[in-house]
């Protein structure tokens, strides 16, 4: 999926979509659907899982907290991941 295309699928999937992209850095923000999906689970077959809104790959702990700062007043969940090897669903995905 092109970038250009990522940014349309954010701006429809959200109401403040379009704001997203523009308070998180573009190389940031993974919205296409197959990076979501690899993301959204952990090992656990078994536990639910959510459809997210998109992934934030942060690296520094600056922005990471954007991140947070951004979601929590847009009041969107946030479920933070490390490899994804867990075995109790605690990284899979939460809707929105």
């Avoid at 954007?66 to 809707?95: C, F, H, K």
């Amino acid at each position: 999926m092109l970038k250009g295309e990522d940014d349309r699928v954010l701006a429809e999937a959200h109401p403040r979509g379009i704001e997203i992209q523009q308070r998180l850095p573009d190389a940031r923000v993974l919205t296409d659907p197959q990076s979501i999906s690899r993301l959204s689970a952990d090992e656990a077959e078994w536990a639910p899982v959510g459809e997210a809104l998109a992934v934030v790959r942060a690296t520094t702990r600056e922005q990471v907290i954007d991140a947070v700062r951004l979601a929590a007043e847009l009041g969107l969940p946030i479920v933070s991941r490390g490899a994804g090897t867990g075995l109790s669903g605690g990284a899979n995905a939460t809707d929105g």
